[in-house]
C-alpha cells in the first residue's frame, strides 16, 4: 500500500473573503492561517503548498481582546545598530491595520521554506473594498467555517 500525495495540478485553489468586522484577531488569523496552509481540504499535506486565497476586509474594525491594544508592540530590526523599531498596536491600527493582520497570520504559519509562498496568497484590506472581483472570491464565515 502506497501513501497518496496530490500533485500540485489536482488541487485547484479557492479565493474566500474573510470579513473582520467586529471579530478578534487571534480568532481571525487562525481561519486565515488554516485557510493559507491548506489544512480544511481532505487532500492536506504538510510538505506541500496546496493552500486557498485569502481576502480579509474590515481589518481596521476588528476587536482586540484584553489590554493588548495599550500593550502589545510590534518590533522590527533594520539591521543597524540602534535600529530597532518599536510601534504599538494602537499606533499601528490607527496607520497600517492591515499589517496587524498580517503579522498575526504570520505567525501561525509555520517557520519554513513553504510560508512566503503561503503569505503571498494573503491580502488585506483596511475597509470593505477589494480589486480581486475577476477572481470570484467566496465569502467564508468565521462562525460556521462554511462558505
Excluded: C
Excluded at 478578534?24 to 481532505?42: D, E, F, N, Y
Excluded at 489590554?67 to 491600527?93: C, D, S
Aim: no cysteine; proline share 7%; net charge positive.
Amino acid at each position: 500500500m502506497h501513501t497518496y500525495v496530490p500533485k500540485k495540478n489536482e488541487v485547484q485553489p479557492k479565493w474566500y473573503i474573510v470579513d473582520a468586522d467586529g471579530q478578534s484577531v487571534g480568532r481571525i488569523a487562525t481561519v486565515v492561517a488554516t485557510l493559507l496552509r491548506g489544512k480544511h481540504r481532505p487532500q492536506f499535506t504538510p510538505f506541500l503548498d496546496h493552500g486557498d486565497h485569502v481576502i480579509v476586509l474590515n481589518a481596521s474594525r476588528m476587536r482586540w481582546t484584553g489590554r493588548k491594544l495599550e500593550q502589545k508592540v510590534y518590533r522590527h530590526y533594520t539591521g543597524y545598530p540602534g535600529g530597532l523599531r518599536e510601534v504599538g498596536a494602537r499606533k499601528l491600527m490607527e496607520t497600517r491595520p492591515d499589517l496587524a493582520v498580517k503579522e498575526a497570520v504570520m505567525g501561525m504559519l509555520p517557520k519554513n521554506k513553504l510560508r512566503d509562498r503561503q503569505a503571498l496568497r494573503l491580502k488585506v484590506y483596511a475597509e470593505n473594498q477589494h480589486p480581486h472581483e475577476a477572481q470570484m472570491p467566496e465569502p467564508y464565515s468565521l462562525r460556521t467555517g462554511k462558505q
